[in-house]
């Protein structure tokens, strides 16, 4: 009976170690496609899924108390989200009449930010205060977003009709 159970744990840890290895393999094969792609629209295409990844990691080192590794992975999603940003906007596209690439950035920065937000409800004050920059800095990226793809004179279905 001992025996059958510590065969359990072993093989518990080996398959918690795969999945790991796994997901640290997806990430990086994300971030270098992420990396060497160069339409903009393609590449916005890619952070959802890369933000994914990353929050993951991000959710786990903020649970095992390593606050440094979590910050310096959250930084650098916001960096991705930026280039994204940056890549779409220089495009000069119009976003609500050609969302893609901006409808997939957005979604994926909002999710981020809930994601962030509900990791930083677990955290001590001192240590939220270091995510401040980043947290504002996602926050006005979805915005910005918002404001692309649904332009406040836009005569959309739902915009006001005068008087």
């Known amino acids: 009976m001992k ?8 093989l518990f840890a080996a398959a918690l170690f795969a999945s ?14 992420f990396a060497h792609e160069s339409n903009p629209v ?3 295409k890619l952070l959802p899924d ?3 990844a990353e929050f993951d990691q991000i ?3 903020a649970s095992n108390d390593n606050i440094a590794d979590a910050l310096s992975l ?5 960096d991705e989200a930026r280039s994204c940003v940056t890549g779409l906007d220089a495009t000069h596209v119009d ?11 957005q979604i994926s920065v909002q999710e981020s930010l809930r994601r962030l937000d509900a990791d930083l409800h677990e955290m001590t004050a001192d240590d939220q205060a270091q995510f401040a920059s980043v947290r504002q800095d996602l926050v006005d990226m979805n915005h910005h977003l ?16 005068p008087g």
């Open 3 to 10: 025996r059958a159970s510590r065969i359990c744990k072993v």
């Open 95 to 105: 976003a609500a009449k050609h969302p893609n690439g901006f409808k997939q950035l």
């Open 74 to 78: 959250a930084s650098r999603y916001r």
């Open 42 to 44: 393609r590449k916005a």
């Open 146 to 161: 918002i404001e692309e793809l649904f332009p406040a004179g836009s005569s959309g279905k739902h915009a006001k009709k």
């Open 59 to 61: 959710a786990q080192d």
């Open 20 to 33: 790991f290895a796994f997901a640290q393999d997806r990430t990086a094969e994300l971030r270098g496609r």
């Open 50 to 52: 890369l933000g994914v």
